[in-house]
């Protein structure tokens, strides 16, 4: 597996037992208000990050580009200033923090521009022809 993909899948499984901690806070304590957050670290940090490792493990042309290392840096520099200040914000009522809240979205939206350009350019499709018994 890609250096980038184990990352992302190394990171995906941090961010799924805190959305699952937090699911389970809500449960317990029948105070439900953080939903969003806890949806929020389930499907960017758990789903959508186990999506992109899966994608480079899939190319790993483009998983050995630097643009793929830039890529997790970002998304996950943005997802540790969103996730916990969105928590904060609906658990503890801190709306002050609702700026970092935007920050930190606005650069997990950079990041998802990055992860567009890693798709849309250069040459990662091949076809199983192709394929060398060590990558197939
Ligand atoms: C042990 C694991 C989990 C527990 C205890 C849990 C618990 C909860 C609770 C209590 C709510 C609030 C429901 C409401 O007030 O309507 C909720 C909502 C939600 N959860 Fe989880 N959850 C878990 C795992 C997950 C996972 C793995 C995902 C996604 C991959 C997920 C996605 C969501 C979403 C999207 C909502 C919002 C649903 C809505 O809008 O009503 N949850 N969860």
């Known amino acids: 597996m890609p250096r980038v993909s184990d990352l992302f899948f190394k990171t995906a499984i941090v961010w799924l037992v805190l959305g ?3 699911g389970l806070q809500m449960a317990i304590s029948g105070d439900h208000g953080a939903f969003p957050a806890h949806a929020h670290i389930n499907l960017l940090g758990w789903v959508t990050s186990a999506i992109f490792g899966g994608y480079y493990a899939l ?9 793929a290392m830039i890529h997790y840096g970002l998304y996950n520099v943005g997802l ?3 996730l916990p200040a969105l928590y904060l914000m609906l658990q503890g009522g ?7 809240v935007a920050a930190g979205s606005l650069i997990v939206a950079a990041a998802v521009l990055v992860f567009a350009v890693v798709v849309f350019s250069g040459a990662g499709v091949r076809l199983p022809s192709d394929l060398s018994p060590a990558t197939r």
């Open 20 to 22: 699952i901690g937090a």
């Open 59 to 67: 190319n790993p042309a483009k998983a050995a580009r630097r643009i």
């Open 80 to 82: 540790v200033i969103m």
């Open 94 to 100: 801190y709306t002050a923090i609702e700026p970092i």
